[in-house]
């Protein structure tokens, strides 16, 4: 009974593996808005982290935060190294792009709960009165990473913070 018990969990532990193995090498997750203000508007709300965290979903998960700015108070250079709890981990957001007003790009640097560096990207399009905005993160997918996505739906647990995020620009942007 415990040898074929064994052979089960050989068996499991071996397909969630191969499953992982054949998972892709890189990952993204992306979401999108309208929202009803010109990207003019929009573009400060991204590009100066102080402004950027007072809708940012994960500054929110966290009431004790610690949070630290360096660089520029906007655009490229403008930094923001963070300490939080089991829900924001620790880690750094730097901006390696800033191109007004329809472009910022971050370096997201992860260092707990898993070491990770990510690209983060914000697109600001006109569209009519409103702007298109799209919030996508993308990075390597190592293989721990690919089997931890076997049970963590990575589009579906990141991409419900990004729709909060955006929900919460949309609102401040429209005022």
Do not use: C
Not at 113 to 122: A, H, L, Q
């Amino acid at each position: 009974m415990f040898k074929i018990f064994g052979i089960i969990v050989a068996i499991a532990v071996a397909s969630v593996l191969l499953f992982a193995a054949n998972k892709p090498d890189f990952f993204r997750v992306e979401r999108r808005a309208s929202i009803q203000a010109p990207p003019e508007k929009i573009f400060p709300l991204i590009n100066d982290l102080r402004a950027f965290n007072t809708w940012n979903p994960f500054e929110k998960k966290d009431p004790n935060l610690k949070g630290r700015y360096s660089g520029p108070s906007s655009g490229r250079g403008a930094a923001y190294a963070f300490d939080g709890n089991k829900d924001v981990g620790k880690g750094s957001l730097e901006i390696l792009e800033s191109a007004l007003p329809s472009k910022v790009t971050m370096r997201l640097a992860m260092v707990e709960p898993f070491e990770v560096r990510n690209t983060v990207e914000f697109t600001l399009v006109p569209n009519g009165g409103a702007t298109n905005v799209t919030w996508a993160m993308q990075g390597p997918a190592p293989f721990i990473a690919k089997v931890i996505h076997v049970f963590i739906d990575m589009d579906k647990m990141v991409g419900q913070d990004f729709e909060a995020g955006l929900a919460s620009l949309k609102l401040i942007a429209e005022k």
